[in-house]
């Protein structure tokens, strides 16, 4: 038996697409915001007799999100129904391309602890998004009963399957970060786990290198967060091992992850496909693509994370790991370069974004593109530094105001009084002033104990409230210490 087990994960992610209209219907997908039941026709109802359409706009999308995480699409891809009941389900199947999916053979090169690694992509095939159940109990006779919203049913999705390459739960983790941040600059799924724009199911199975015995497969369903695709997956690979001790409840299935409970519970055993009785749907054409049209949507890619990290990398002599913080989200590395075209110390514009920008952004759980403070906003302050006008500290909360108020820098140092003094005569006085009061410490200094020098410098910072420039504080410290009398 061995000390230490191969974990094997392989993702299936579900990810909405941002198109205006239903996959097979005009209804809309805004189906959040809308009172249940109401975002929906008799094709998205299931009404017998009513005809699909494909939507355009998906299909296009799909193709999109495929070339991004370097798939091959397909010129012939097609719909099946995969039949199985549930009451979210109005049709009793799902429309899926099951046989033939849009696209195949991609892969994403992951950042992990020990290096670079390709993680490939089997296929990513669109499909439609069934409605949403919701459980309610009665508190007046205590009966359980459920509701059905059908405003979901019929949404766009593209069903991203990987093949099993990740070997840890932190891979997986980082796997879907950055599928995610790809998904978002492509502009195809706004990314969001919480609400279920984006969803992840996680295969898990061990492997024991010594005899090659390997677990059964385990599926982890409802992760909708990245920290939960971690710890479901932590928890999930230390409860496997025991089938290694002849654990009869390591099974093949479908577990949940409760996250109030912090555990995967069992959910159903593992259907197997012909359970689903696929067939080729007949009311929907195969869906057929030109060279030309693949091309077309390859142009309307933007530049991906990647690229532009190492482009910032090499324009901006930035350090990488700065980058990679920098393109976070497409919106973030804009932000960066409206700074540095008007601003022309990068790592500066660098640090306060990585630093300062990105804790007020946090604080207020704001995205950048919602907040009061612009690029204008930074090179403002920047400038305000620069120029001698305010201190770094002094700087950090005027750009507080900032996010608060919207004002701009100049003007708030204005109202505040923050304005730095580097008057010398001033601060002078005070030095003195300060030297004079502690002649303790002064013989401290003098006896060689040098350090003492920060605690003057401190002090005529306090009795300045922060605002003495300090450079000329420290100047002026040292030279009237240091003057024989
Ligand atoms: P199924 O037929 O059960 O749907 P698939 O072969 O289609 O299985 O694979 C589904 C997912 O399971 C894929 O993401 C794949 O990478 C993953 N997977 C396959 N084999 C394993 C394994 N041994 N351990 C963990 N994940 C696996
Ligand atoms: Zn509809
Ligand atoms: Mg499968």
């Not at 039949?83 to 899926?96: A, V």
């Not at 099951?98 to 195949?104: G, I, Q, R, T, V």
């Not at 390997?214 to 695709?229: D, G, L």
Request: charged share 30%; net charge negative; hydrophobic share 35%.
């Amino acid at each position: 038996m061995a000390s230490e087990y191969e974990i094997v994960i392989g993702l299936e992610i579900h990810a909405q697409l941002l198109t205006r209209t239903k996959m097979f219907c005009g209804c809309s997908t805004e189906y959040a915001f809308n009172e249940p039941n109401t975002n929906v026709c008799p094709v998205c109802m299931g009404m017998p007799g009513a005809l699909p359409i494909t939507n355009e706009e998906a299909i296009r999308f799909g193709v999109k999100a495929a070339l991004a995480i370097n798939c091959h699409v397909n010129l012939y891809s097609r719909f099946d129904r995969k039949n199985y009941f549930y009451p979210d389900l109005p049709k009793g199947y799902q429309i899926t391309q099951y046989k033939y999916p849009l696209a195949e053979h991609g892969y994403l090169t992951i950042e992990t602890s020990t290096g670079e690694k390709k993680i490939r992509i089997r296929r990513l095939h669109l499909e439609e998004d069934a409605g949403k159940l919701m459980h309610q109990a009665d508190k007046i006779d205590t009966a359980e009963y459920s509701l059905v919203d059908l405003n979901r049913a019929g949404v766009p999705l593209a069903e991203i399957v990987t093949e099993p390459d990740m070997s840890s739960p932190q891979e997986a983790k980082i796997f879907m970060e950055k599928l995610r941040n790809i998904l978002r600059y492509t502009e195809v799924c706004n990314g969001n786990l919480e609400e279920g724009s984006l969803r992840c199911d996680a295969n898990i199975s061990l492997r024991d290198p010594e005899t090659g015995n390997v677990t059964p497969r385990v599926e982890v369903k409802n992760i909708n967060s990245f920290k939960f695709v971690e710890r479901a997956l932590e928890y999930e690979a230390s409860r496997l091992k025991g089938y290694f001790e002849g654990d009869k409840d390591v099974i093949r299935e479908t577990r949940g992850w409760d996250s109030k409970l912090q555990k995967t519970i069992s959910q159903r055993s593992k259907e197997e496909e012909n359970d689903y009785r696929y067939f080729p749907e007949p009311d929907i054409p195969p869906v057929v693509l030109t060279s030309e049209y693949i091309e077309n949507a390859r142009k309307e890619l933007p530049e991906l994370p990647d690229a532009k990290k190492k482009r910032f990398v090499q324009t901006y002599n930035i350090p990488e790991y700065d980058a990679s913080i920098l393109v976070s989200t497409k919106e973030l590395a804009a932000f960066f370069e409206e700074c540095c075209a008007n601003y022309d110390k990068p790592k500066e514009v660098s640090n306060w974004i990585m630093t300062e920008v990105l804790k007020e952004l946090k604080d207020r759980e704001i995205e950048i593109n919602d907040a009061k403070v612009t690029p204008k906003h930074l090179i403002g302050l920047l400038t305000e530094i620069d120029r001698g006008m305010i201190s770094k500290s002094a700087a950090k909360s005027v750009l507080a105001k900032a996010f608060e108020t919207g004002m701009m820098p100049g003007e708030i140092i204005e109202k505040e009084g923050l304005k730095q003094i580097s008057n010398t005569d001033e601060i002078q006085k005070i030095v003195e002033k300060v030297i004079e009061e502690n002649p303790k410490v002064v013989a401290q200094y003098k006896g060689g104990k040098t350090k003492a020098i920060t605690f003057f410098i401190g002090q005529v910072m306090k009795a300045m409230r922060g605002k003495a420039n300090p450079k000329i504080v420290n100047q002026l410290v040292k030279e009237i210490l240091d003057k024989p009398k």
